[in-house]
């Protein structure tokens, strides 16, 4: 058990010193033949915008998530008959979306929250272990057995307080073998599209950067990489409880809470997981990072920083989520939040900041995939800010599709571009 939490603790914050970087310009991308569906996600009840929301096109791999404002765009070929999108959502029952010519801007989706779930279909609710178990022991049926090759949508925010000094985001192939062995050796990811923007202001001493952040798509994977949390021998150190069960794509899931039993060296994880009721396969990941020891916490996710410069973590958090098509499960949306302050010796007040990240599979190929060579591959410790140099021109990603971002990174855009003229 002596590789347990390796990967995700190497998903590590690099605090630097700043350097200015001067933004170059990218070429404009047209992005003709397809169509764009948009919209936003509510509870019907309370009228709540959803976020995280699966928007996907049945019977094909194309997809999106909703953003923190509950909105979303889908591009589509126009050459192709779409007659409905296919909502889903935890605890929610799925919806279908006609799909009507002229009426495909600023949809209103209201979902319906599940309500009268019976607790008695629980059959192993004394021994939420043995559930665990049995899905880890099944990964190998419920997953594709080929190597597949995801397309994904990445971005990452670093803010300083409330206000945004680094914005990032790219276009990702991730290329993943067989899940029957649970190996990464030879799982890849490859940059094929990114844009940056960077904060001009002088009082922005620290740069802030994630090291490895589009690698998330393979070493946050936790059923494929079973040195991140889901290992037979890792399990003795956490206890499980069986919390409510709740419906996700209109299917039954058990939801399995666990929390640090044992003191160990390094830092351990609390959260939640989901599993299928009745093909026990996992279908949703909420972890977070025990913070009960800070110099544990510290030693997990900081990797350099100034001379007298003092880090204290807050909070370092996970979402993964899975999709099923076709009777396999495949690997949907990661989120990765990591919230800390800074302060530099002899200095009375500290500054906060957040770096969020997420990647979400927009496509998806499984027939005749190639691997990605060693040489195109994004590196493990490569921070992505450094590893992207296009400039926030319009129409930057054609047809390839994204997270619509929120209201809030939009002002934030606007913002940044007006400080780097």
């Known amino acids: 058990m002596k590789k347990q939490n390796k990967h995700l603790v190497k998903l590590i914050l690099a605090v630097l010193l700043w350097?200015?970087?001067?933004?170059?310009?990218?070429?404009?991308?047209?992005?003709?033949?397809?169509?764009?569906?948009?919209?936003?996600?509510?509870?019907?009840?309370?009228?709540?915008?959803?976020?995280?929301?699966?928007?996907?096109?049945?019977?094909?791999?194309?997809g999106t998530v909703t953003n923190s404002d509950g909105a979303f765009t889908l591009k589509l070929d126009s050459a192709k008959y779409i007659?409905?999108?296919?909502?889903?959502?935890?605890?929610?029952?799925?919806?279908?979306?006609?799909?009507?010519?002229?009426?495909?801007?600023?949809?209103?989706?209201?979902?319906?929250?599940y309500t009268n779930l019976l607790g008695e279909v629980i059959v192993y609710a004394n021994d939420p272990r043995y559930i665990v178990e049995e899905a880890i022991r099944k990964i190998s049926l419920n997953y594709s057995?080929?190597?597949?090759?995801l397309t994904g949508f990445y971005r990452e925010t670093v803010?300083?307080?409330r206000r945004y000094i680094n914005i990032?985001?790219?276009?990702?192939?991730?290329?993943?073998?067989?899940?029957?062995?649970?190996?990464?050796?030879?799982?890849?990811?490859?940059?094929?599209?990114?844009?940056?923007?960077?904060?001009?202001?002088?009082?922005?001493?620290?740069?802030?950067?994630?090291?490895?952040?589009?690698?998330?798509?393979?070493?946050?994977?936790?059923?494929?990489?079973?040195?991140?949390?889901?290992?037979?021998?890792?399990?003795?150190?956490?206890?499980?409880?069986?919390e409510e069960p709740v419906q996700l794509d209109n299917r039954l899931q058990y939801v399995i809470s666990f929390r640090p039993k044992?003191?160990?060296?390094?830092?351990?994880?609390?959260?939640?997981?989901?599993?299928?009721?009745?093909?026990l396969s996992f279908t949703r990941a909420e972890f977070s990072l025990s913070m009960d020891n800070k110099a544990k916490a510290v030693q997990a996710i900081l990797e350099k920083k100034p001379y007298g410069l003092r880090f204290k973590p807050q909070e370092v958090s996970y979402l993964v989520t899975y999709k099923e098509q076709n009777g396999k499960t495949y690997l949907n949306?990661?989120?990765n939040s990591i919230r800390f302050k800074c302060d530099w010796k002899r200095k009375l007040f500290s500054t906060g900041y957040t770096v969020l990240s997420e990647m979400v599979v927009t496509d998806r190929e499984e027939n005749n995939v190639t691997p990605i060579s060693n040489k195109l591959s994004f590196g493990q410790k490569d921070p992505f800010y450094d590893k992207v140099?296009?400039?926030?021109?319009e129409d930057f990603w054609g047809t390839y599709n994204i997270i619509e971002p929120t209201e809030s990174l939009e002002h934030a855009v606007h913002k940044l571009k007006k400080q780097s003229r």
Do not use: C
Not at 262 to 275: E, F, M, Q, R
């Open 145 to 149: 057995g080929k190597s597949n090759m």
């Open 262 to 279: 044992v003191i160990l060296p390094y830092a351990l994880y609390y959260g939640k997981l989901y599993v299928d009721y009745e093909k």
């Open 83 to 113: 007659p409905y999108l296919e909502i889903s959502h935890v605890g929610y029952r799925n919806v279908q979306v006609n799909l009507k010519p002229g009426n495909l801007d600023n949809l209103k989706i209201l979902l319906t929250p």
């Open 389 to 393: 140099y296009e400039y926030w021109n």
């Open 19 to 62: 350097s200015v970087v001067i933004p170059m310009w990218g070429q404009d991308e047209s992005a003709a033949g397809y169509i764009t569906v948009s919209g936003v996600v509510k509870d019907k009840q309370s009228r709540k915008d959803l976020e995280y929301v699966n928007v996907s096109v049945p019977g094909s791999n194309i």
């Open 168 to 242: 990032s985001e790219a276009v990702i192939h991730t290329y993943k073998t067989s899940y029957e062995s649970r190996e990464t050796a030879r799982d890849r990811v490859q940059v094929l599209k990114g844009r940056r923007l960077l904060s001009q202001k002088r009082n922005d001493t620290l740069a802030v950067k994630l090291a490895g952040g589009p690698t998330l798509s393979v070493y946050v994977d936790i059923v494929k990489n079973q040195d991140a949390l889901l290992d037979m021998e890792g399990l003795d150190f956490y206890q499980f409880n069986m």
């Open 333 to 335: 949306y990661i989120r």
């Open 159 to 161: 803010q300083k307080g």
